[in-house]
């Protein structure tokens, strides 16, 4: 290069720096996707070091530290699935960003799973299985092992393609296979399982009737009256205090439990009371919030951004409380086995066990929760701040519902089916708008019929891709299960 001449010099090296250039650009670009994956596999390997320190060098100290792997596995699993639907709505209306979300969702399920999180877990998930039924504590190792592999390699298929899926109901499954697997059909409560598939139906639709029906409220009551701003400052506290009213009523009976034990009346209460003070303090914010607003729905939108990011954190944190045993119960039964060498139907929580779960669903959710966060929040049906805050009302409410009957719901499927919910009801109304409209001559009429059947405001291969997920998940994790099971024993 030295006898070429100085501008030839000079080409040469500017194309070798961009080729340079290129071929960083390309490993960057091969790299980015092994990112997130490996660091979920140094958390998962630090859950089983933890596990190793803390189990020290006793019988069955392995086992411990592969259940504590997987449990970390499965924990990942759920904060890359289930907090979607806490936080999808949120982003999807524009009321957080993505990473306004991940940050809320991390510290409030973090800090639901270790301040509320429940320190004594149902070994056998809710009653489906018979302890008594397993012969020895060896077996029953291995089925709970068996349960926790086959439930997060369920809950990864499903989010990997992209159907928010329950992870209770995928721990039930996974359960009840490894327990017909080790102590035949027998061994399950058949009357149990028929509740909870009787749930794949109530849970949506209870929760998309609900959302429907404040939805429509806010329609009705708000954004078709002439003032649009005066009915704002009148509903928008009532809506706001009933919000509240049902998470606090929430947390007092879910989040609250490893404090103090409350019953759903006084739980009802203690919501109606937060209720009365928080409708107090939001009659005064939405009058000064409200002043200078147009009298347009547009306007109305910023009455509910802050309400709708308070109830997408309490749904974290609820969410943290409640659903962190789905990761972390099977491993806690798994170490009271090895440790003690018997199985009850009850078991505590170590602390280390509680922080592998919690922070398992914060990795998760920041490593692979936008995918989820992004199809709850925009990709089943649009949505903005009033439609969002429909469905984490829906959200509280139903739970809070379904708990006082005695019904055995999922979270997931409650507030998927209030999107749902939300997004069938625009269907409807635009339809019913749209026929009883004069504006238009009837032959425009026959087309613009034609040009909505076309247009729908629910996108429904998304909507057929979860329904089938819902309805696979308990017998899928449940198979999944059995073989798992039969390789363990078969090569343990």
């Avoid at 199809?375 to 429909?390: D, E, H, Y």
């Amino acid at each position: 290069m030295s006898d070429l001449p100085p501008k030839a010099r000079w080409h040469a090296l500017d194309s070798d720096l961009h080729r340079i250039s290129r071929l960083e650009y390309a490993n960057a670009h091969v790299a980015r996707p092994l990112l997130a994956p490996g660091i979920a596999l140094v958390f998962i390997a630090l859950a089983g070091l933890a596990a190793a320190v803390m189990f020290g060098r006793a019988d069955g100290g392995l086992i411990v530290v592969a259940a504590a792997a997987f449990g970390a596995y499965m924990a990942i699993n759920i904060g890359a699935n289930d907090v979607a639907n806490n936080m999808g709505p949120a982003v999807g209306a524009n009321a957080l960003t993505m990473g306004g979300a991940i940050l809320i969702a991390a510290i409030a399920e973090s800090a639901g799973a270790l301040l509320a999180g429940g320190d004594v877990v149902s070994t056998i998930s809710k009653g489906i299985i018979d302890p008594m039924s397993v012969q020895n504590s060896d077996v029953f190792i291995w089925a709970m092992m068996a349960a926790l592999i086959s439930s997060a390699l369920w809950v990864n298929l499903a989010t990997w393609v992209g159907a928010p899926v329950s992870t209770t109901h995928s721990v039930v499954g996974g359960v009840m296979g490894a327990g017909i697997a080790a102590a035949g059909l027998g061994a399950v409560s058949w009357g149990t399982m028929s509740a909870i598939a009787a749930s794949w139906v109530i849970s949506p639709v209870l929760g998309g009737v609900i959302a429907a029906g404040f939805l429509a409220l806010i329609k009705h009551k708000i954004q078709y009256q002439d003032d649009k701003i005066a009915a704002a400052r009148r509903w928008v506290p009532i809506l706001v205090a009933l919000m509240a009213g049902a998470f606090a009523t929430y947390l007092s009976v879910k989040g609250l439990k490893r404090i103090v034990k409350i019953d759903i009346e006084f739980a009802l209460l203690i919501g109606l009371a937060s209720g009365g003070l928080i409708w107090a303090a939001t009659v005064p914010w939405v009058r000064r919030k409200s002043e200078g607003l147009e009298n347009r729905t547009r306007s109305l939108k910023t009455l509910f951004g802050l309400p709708l990011v308070i109830s997408a954190g309490f749904l974290s944190f609820a969410h943290g409380a409640n659903d962190v045993a789905n990761a972390v119960g099977p491993l806690a039964a798994i170490v009271h086995a090895t440790e003690f060498g018997d199985f009850a139907s009850k078991v505590s929580i170590p602390t280390w066990v509680m922080v592998i779960g919690a922070f398992g669903i914060s990795f998760g959710l920041f490593l692979f929760g936008p995918k989820l966060i992004r199809m709850v929040g925009s990709q089943i049906t649009k949505l903005n701040p009033m439609r969002a805050f429909c469905v984490a009302l829906s959200a509280a409410i139903t739970v809070i519902v379904a708990s006082w009957l005695g019904l055995p719901v999922s979270s997931t499927h409650i507030a998927v089916g209030a999107v749902f919910g939300v997004g069938f009801y625009r269907e409807w109304h635009a339809e019913r708008r749209w026929k009883y409209s004069n504006l238009q001559r009837p032959a425009e009429l026959r087309l613009a019929r034609e040009e909505r059947r076309r247009r729908k405001l629910v996108r429904r291969s998304h909507f057929m891709t979860i329904v089938a997920a819902w309805v696979v998940t308990v017998p899928a994790a449940a198979a999944l299960s059995a073989v798992i099971f039969w390789v363990l024993t078969a090569f343990g």
